[in-house]
């Protein structure tokens, strides 16, 4: 089954603690992309690959590391969260970053006190 | 800066009726738009896609439209039903992708 993952779905930490969302696909997918969703604010766009090693910012990076060692897995890095980190995180991955539709994984509740 | 909105928060429609939902921009030149579904809790689910040189796009019961003029998709659902209920989200594709905030749907029994 065509599909995207990640890990953990749920996750609550203190300040500071390094963690890491890990987020795979299945599809063969270029175009891997990051999401943070929070109430009135909708979904922004925290980071992008357009191919193994290759990633960019996207709206809201700072606080925020990605890494593209491998085509399927596209994990985001919180080094040091802090509270304003608290949302709901979104995996998506595409054919291209152009002209083709996403898929969403499950995505990952974090809360950072 | 970009900008897109989505109509009203929330959109109460009776079952059988048509819902009709509008995803406005301003500053942005989109190549192509897309419509996604999102349940509570879920991630989003593409629906449609529509270029910028479409005027409309069907699929079943779900028709899309795009006007480049007036900056403006129009997004319907026709004989709704209870299960139609959900947020629907507008993404503008180009240079960037861009999502508008969404609109929640809910059909009345």
């Known amino acids: 089954e065509a599909q995207v993952t990640q890990n953990p779905r749920y996750l609550i930490t203190v300040t500071g603690k390094k963690l890491t969302v890990t987020c795979s696909q299945n599809m063969n997918h270029e175009y891997m992309s990051w999401y943070r969703q929070d109430p009135g604010l909708g979904l922004r766009q925290i980071y992008y690959s357009m191919n193994v090693e290759v990633t960019d910012k996207g709206d809201v990076p700072e606080g925020y590391k990605v890494s593209r060692k491998e085509k399927r897995n596209f994990p985001l890095i919180l080094e040091s969260p802090s509270p304003n980190q608290t949302s709901l995180y979104f995996c998506?991955?595409?054919?291209?970053?152009?002209?083709?539709?996403?898929?969403f994984g499950p995505g990952t509740r974090l809360t950072v006190t | 800066s970009q900008k897109i909105e989505q109509n009203s928060e929330a959109l109460n429609i009776q079952e059988g009726k048509t819902a009709t939902l509008t995803c406005n921009y301003t500053?942005?030149?989109?190549?192509?738009l897309q419509w996604y579904r999102q349940d509570p809790g879920r991630g989003p689910v593409f629906l449609l896609l529509?270029?910028?040189?479409?005027k409309e796009k069907r699929k079943e019961r779900l028709k899309v439209t795009f006007d480049t003029t007036l900056k403006q998709s129009l997004f319907h659902i026709t004989a709704s039903q209870p299960a139609d209920s959900a947020t629907y989200l507008c993404?503008?594709?180009?240079?960037?992708?861009?999502f508008g905030k969404g609109t929640r749907l809910h059909i009345l029994p």
């Open positions: 500053n942005y030149s989109p190549a192509y």
């Open positions: 993404a503008l594709g180009g240079d960037k992708i861009i």
């Open positions: 998506a991955s595409s054919l291209s970053r152009t002209l083709y539709e996403q898929y």
């Open positions: 529509i270029r910028e040189n479409e």
